[in-house]
């Protein structure tokens, strides 16, 4: 398995890049539009492994562009949470890149870092399977599944030993 938390000194340009790679080709495929705005969303949503609030995305980009609106951020979202690349973390209202397969809705399970705040994203079909059979016992229909999980990260865990 891929480390799932990254080191905070590893090379974050090419997760950017290999993010926006990725969207442009998915999108391209689609026949969706990915704007320069929407592209320029999704590189600050990638600005880091944490989740980020669509506020501070606002605030970055009127740094960029001297005038942004909540509307258009909001949009922007919408469009990169409906295509599959971007997250929303429920809990925390805030957005995070897709890591798993991009474009394809999947369920996902989140483990947030308590004390830095980074987040990593797995996949995990037996977690979903678990959620999914108990639902089905319960009489539930399922529409939507993202299970986040609170904790500490290895560099805050190290960090809290040393």
Known sequence: MA?????????????????????????????ARLTTLRRRVLELVWGSHRPVGAYDLLDMLR??????????????????????????????????????????????????????????????PRIDEAIGDLATEAGFKVAGRTLEVEGYCPDCRNAAHA
């Open 3 to 31: 480390r799932l938390f990254k080191r905070r000194n590893h090379d974050h340009v090419h997760c950017i890049e290999n993010a926006l790679d990725q969207a442009s080709r998915f999108c391209s495929e689609q026949d």
């Open 63 to 124: 740094d960029e562009r001297g005038s942004a609106a909540p509307p258009t951020v909001y949009r922007a979202l919408d469009f990169l949470i409906e295509h599959g690349l971007v997250h929303k973390i429920e809990s925390r209202n805030t957005y995070i890149g897709c890591s798993g397969a991009v474009g394809h809705g999947h369920p996902s399970q989140f483990l947030i870092c308590r004390d830095c705040g980074v987040a990593a994203e797995i996949t995990d």
